[in-house]
């Protein structure tokens, strides 16, 4: 009884053991990757709360049609004193006593004041404040569209570097099964001992290979914790279940027909991306300014007021006394050292700065589009090439071993076959991960990147 006991216990002491380990390597996709790092951003967060304070500034932009009410109390207490004197008054002597008084004031008053009328420049008040709202808005559209594009080149570096570290053990296996071939060759006598110190050096020499590419692959890991701006010690591994890895040559040669025309690609990044609708804004922005600035300058400022206050010594009769007075302020600005129309003049040249930077980024967008698909160009003819080097490399792999097998051959040959068939699939997997990667940054370009 006891040793089944025993044995159940270990069982269990063993399945928690798996359960833990399992459980404590997350699976992360793509779009975690993204809802992690929009969640931990700094930068997000700062425009979210930059965006609440704008708000508040529409409200107080609102509030400011209507009109104001205050509601004010006061007490005072004044003293008034004068020595004892003498006056005469007709040559009679009139003794006046020592005064000493103190007296209380109450007094409660209500005022009110609203502008009538100021060339509608409250109202534009509103615009100006509605479109910074806008401006912030699309302020945290563009950093997270920014952090998105950020978070697909390290999580594509990491597949990459995942696919090196395969095809790097895959290599080395091989390198280790040519090993144990040598030795049983040198068993029968077909070879001597000193091609197995060559394959035993190029064995090791496949080892420190798959080191170093699992030292990469380890560090653009630290690289997504970085960017997602979460615990540097997680352990995770990476899912490409949401990527299509494996596209053919002809799903590769759909990818460039389909963004071939770049003025297409253009009108659909000016109607898309983040930092020229910015830059639209800010146009608008600096237009609804300059409205403004007229308005104080050409129209007078009408307002109306109201006030209601009573007053009393004592504050029992603080009804006794009462007084209400109400009228209309009307204010025009002859002359203000020139600073209205200062302010109205910097407000036109800068929407023309503006006008200007915005064709500026236009030209910059262009370039973006065109070089990013000649990179994307350039990686798929990569791609044909290494396809067909692969071709050509697997068979001299096939006849190097061979000839080495039956004695027509060097050790070396099949080494060297071995090595360029390797660096070609490694090269191949650079250049097919640096074309998904360049796809999306032309994605990022035209402003498609979902």
Same mark, same amino acid.
């Given at each position: 009884?006891?040793? @089944?006991?025993?044995?159940?216990?270990?069982?269990?002491?063993?399945?928690?053991?798996?359960?833990?380990?399992?459980?404590?390597?997350?699976?992360?996709?793509?779009?975690?990757?993204?809802?992690?790092?929009?969640?931990?951003?700094?930068?997000?967060?700062?425009?979210?709360?930059?965006?609440?304070?704008?708000?508040?500034?529409?409200?107080?932009?609102?509030?400011?049609?209507?009109?104001?009410?205050?509601?004010?109390?006061?007490?005072?207490?004044?003293?008034?004193?004068?020595?004892?004197?003498?006056?005469?008054?007709?040559?009679?002597? @009139?003794?006046?006593?020592?005064?000493?008084?103190?007296?209380?004031?109450?007094?409660?008053?209500?005022?009110?004041?609203?502008?009538?009328?100021?060339?509608?420049?409250?109202?534009?008040?509103?615009?100006?404040? +509605?479109?910074?709202?806008?401006?912030?808005?699309?302020?945290?559209?563009?950093?997270?569209?920014?952090?998105?594009?950020?978070?697909?080149?390290?999580?594509?570096?990491?597949?990459?570097?995942?696919?090196?570290?395969?095809?790097?053990?895959?290599?080395?296996?091989?390198?280790?099964?040519?090993?144990?071939?040598?030795?049983?060759?040198?068993?029968?006598?077909?070879?001597?001992?000193?091609?197995?110190?060559?394959?035993?050096?190029?064995?090791?020499?496949?080892?420190?290979?798959?080191?170093?590419?699992?030292?990469?692959?380890?560090?653009?890991?630290?690289?997504?914790?970085?960017?997602?701006?979460?615990?540097?010690?997680?352990?995770?591994?990476?899912?490409?279940?949401?990527?299509?890895?494996?596209?053919?040559?002809?799903? =590769?040669?759909?990818?460039?027909?389909?963004? !071939?025309?770049?003025?297409?690609?253009?009108?659909?990044?000016?109607?898309?991306?983040?930092?020229?609708?910015?830059? +639209?804004?800010?146009?608008?922005?600096?237009?609804?300014?300059?409205?403004?600035?007229?308005?104080?300058?050409?129209?007078?400022? @009408?307002?109306?007021?109201?006030?209601?206050? =009573?007053?009393?010594?004592?504050?029992?009769?603080?009804?006794? !006394?009462?007084?209400?007075?109400?009228?209309?302020?009307?204010?025009?600005? @002859?002359?203000?050292?020139?600073?209205?129309?200062?302010?109205?003049?910097?407000?036109?040249?800068?929407?023309?700065?503006?006008?200007?930077?915005?064709?500026?980024?236009?030209?910059?967008?262009?370039?973006?589009?065109?070089?990013?698909?000649?990179?994307?160009?350039?990686?798929?003819?990569?791609?044909?090439?290494?396809?067909?080097?692969?071709?050509?490399?697997?068979?001299?792999?096939?006849?190097?071993?061979?000839?080495?097998?039956?004695?027509?051959?060097?050790?070396?040959?099949?080494?060297?076959?071995?090595?360029?068939?390797?660096?070609?699939?490694?090269?191949?997997?650079?250049?097919?991960?640096?074309?998904?990667?360049?796809?999306?940054?032309?994605?990022?370009?035209?402003?498609?990147?979902?």
């Amino acid at each position: 009884m006891k040793k @089944i006991f025993l044995l159940f216990s270990v069982i269990i002491l063993i399945s928690l053991s798996n359960y833990s380990s399992s459980s404590a390597q997350q699976t992360i996709d793509l779009n975690e990757a993204v809802n992690i790092a929009i969640k931990n951003n700094t930068n997000i967060a700062n425009l979210e709360k930059s965006l609440d304070i704008q708000k508040l500034s529409t409200n107080s932009a609102k509030g400011n049609l209507y009109p104001d009410l205050s509601l004010n109390a006061r007490w005072s207490r004044n003293n008034t004193y004068s020595d004892g004197t003498v006056t005469f008054q007709n040559g009679i002597p @009139i003794e006046i006593p020592e005064q000493d008084t103190w007296i209380n004031n109450f007094g409660v008053g209500v005022s009110s004041s609203v502008t009538l009328f100021d060339g509608f420049s409250n109202l534009s008040q509103i615009d100006l404040s +509605e479109e910074n709202e806008s401006s912030v808005i699309l302020q945290l559209d563009k950093q997270k569209y920014d952090l998105v594009f950020n978070i697909n080149s390290v999580y594509f570096d990491i597949l990459k570097k995942e696919k090196i570290v395969a095809a790097n053990e895959e290599n080395l296996n091989d390198s280790r099964l040519q090993l144990d071939r040598i030795k049983e060759f040198m068993d029968v006598g077909k070879v001597t001992m000193t091609d197995v110190y060559r394959q035993d050096v190029q064995v090791a020499q496949n080892e420190l290979a798959v080191e170093r590419s699992k030292n990469e692959y380890r560090k653009s890991k630290v690289d997504l914790l970085l960017a997602m701006n979460t615990d540097m010690n997680s352990e995770y591994t990476v899912s490409d279940r949401n990527i299509k890895t494996d596209l053919t040559t002809a799903e =590769l040669q759909g990818v460039l027909s389909r963004n !071939s025309n770049t003025e297409v690609l253009l009108n659909k990044a000016l109607a898309n991306r983040y930092d020229y609708k910015l830059s +639209e804004q800010e146009i608008k922005i600096n237009q609804t300014q300059l409205e403004i600035d007229q308005k104080n300058l050409y129209y007078p400022v @009408i307002s109306a007021f109201g006030n209601y206050n =009573l007053n009393a010594s004592n504050i029992n009769n603080i009804l006794g !006394s009462r007084a209400f007075n109400f009228g209309i302020n009307i204010a025009y600005p @002859i002359f203000q050292g020139f600073s209205l129309s200062n302010k109205m003049q910097s407000s036109e040249i800068q929407i023309k700065q503006k006008q200007d930077d915005i064709q500026l980024l236009k030209q910059q967008i262009r370039s973006e589009i065109k070089k990013s698909y000649i990179d994307l160009e350039t990686q798929f003819k990569q791609i044909e090439i290494l396809e067909r080097n692969i071709v050509s490399a697997e068979q001299d792999k096939l006849l190097s071993d061979e000839n080495y097998r039956v004695g027509l051959g060097t050790l070396l040959d099949a080494q060297t076959a071995a090595t360029k068939l390797n660096t070609l699939i490694i090269d191949r997997i650079n250049a097919y991960y640096d074309f998904l990667l360049a796809e999306k940054r032309l994605q990022y370009y035209i402003g498609d990147l979902k």
